[in-house]
């Protein structure tokens, strides 16, 4: 969702080309000085909406229903962009901006693509060039009431869909690098040789017996580590900052953070993280696909109460919290994970049981 | 209608926190409820330029200028701020788009 699908990038370098095109043309054409702002601003989107869309064709040849519809669209807008002094080029504008929101929602819901960075930027393009479209022009009598209805139920209900739909599949359907969302996992091979195996159980062994001092958590507190966030939450992250600082790496008898489980009778270790001091630089893989460290990206987090929501498809968060990534990190869970012993999450349930014992 | 959409992109923004705070954050829940605060507040606003109220302009050329030198410095921070083209469209160019419109002449932009 946050990335740029290599076959879409060229999308992007049409819509930027388009831009000025768009703009030269507006100002050569006569008469288009006294149209209003709005329809103005209405022909730059659309041609730059109709550019993306023809820029896509050509990658997209394998798949000849979806390159077609790329072609008519892209020639639709196009055409579109330069007729607004036609009498029904508000309806028809309307019209196609319309179906190609739904045609594109329909495709992400079937599964036939997955949203990314060019396909949300080009559907925020037409939500926007949708109102321009829609928003009655001082002194337009005809079907005033009915626009400003469409204009105020209308670009709501479909931006809230589109984004809800862009987003929920990206939660339901993350691709193979993004354990979920906002985590991306380090490549590795597929299945762990024999070696790597062994490597990931010396490491286990390593680290679980080093961590073993800190089940009580004062001695975690004596050594520098300190809660990383909210205690009313199933488990909490206790960070050494001097670990962080000197760059330890994958070091089991220096971890950087340990992981405990908030339960009645106070915190209970359940697991150590290694983390890299800079983003995007992933560690030291001695288990292949058994130790793949992961990175979390575009997290909100918010100083107060120290606790964390996702940035949305459109590149927002709540106010009072910002838009951040951490360095990549490996978890060493010591009791019985589900999802296994260097999983990126600890079982909720698990964690739970912890509590009840 | 720029105004608009920015408004439902805090709307969602808010709303995306909800899940959050059934989740035990509970601070979450006063960014959240702030957040969609902003997205009224915005959508009035809104409202207040289409009215000609030029108190309405004054204010959203101040929202935007605040929200621009707040991206500019978490762009500036190496805290691996997104920005990628949605953020920067939504985050940089709307805000631009919107002083640039409301500096010019009222009829102009919202004719």
Redesign the interface.
Known sequence: M?D?APDHAVG?YAALVALPLALVALRLRTGSRGM???VRAASVLMAMSGAIHLGLVGTHLDEILTAALFAANGVAYIALSQMYSWRWWRIASASVIAVTLFGYLGYIVLDFDTPD??A??TK?LE??TL??VL?P??GERPWRRLRWTA?GAA??IL??VT?ATV?IDALARPDAQHAHAGAVLQATNDVATPEQTAAAQRLYDETAAAIAPYADWRNAWAAGYRPGG?Q???STHWMNQRYVDSGYVMDPHHPQGLVYANTKHGPELIGAMFQMRR?GQFGPDPGGPLTAWHQH??I?F?P??L????????????????????PPMLHVWIVDNPGGRFAVDIDDRLVRKIDQS | ??L??QS???????I??A??VL??????G???L??ML?ALATLLLGVGVLWRRHRARGWAIALEVVCLAGTAI?LLL?????S????V???VALPVAVIV?LRKDS?????
């Open positions: 946050f740029i992007l209003p702002g709005t960075q060019v949300i930027a925020l939500l926007t109102g321009f928003v022009v001082r204009l670009i709501p931006t809230v984004v987003w909210s009313t939450l199933p983003i990206e575009n909100c918010t107060f109460g606790e964390f929501s996702l940035m949305t498809p459109t590149a927002t968060c709540p106010i009072g919290s910002i838009d951040i990534s951490v | 209608m720029l608009l959409m439902l992109f805090w709307l969602i923004a808010g995306s926190a899940p959050f989740g035990g954050e509970v601070f979450m006063a960014l959240a702030a957040t902003l978490l190496p805290i691996g701020f997104n990628g083209v949605v953020s469209m939504v985050n419109l009829t102009e932009a919202f004719s």
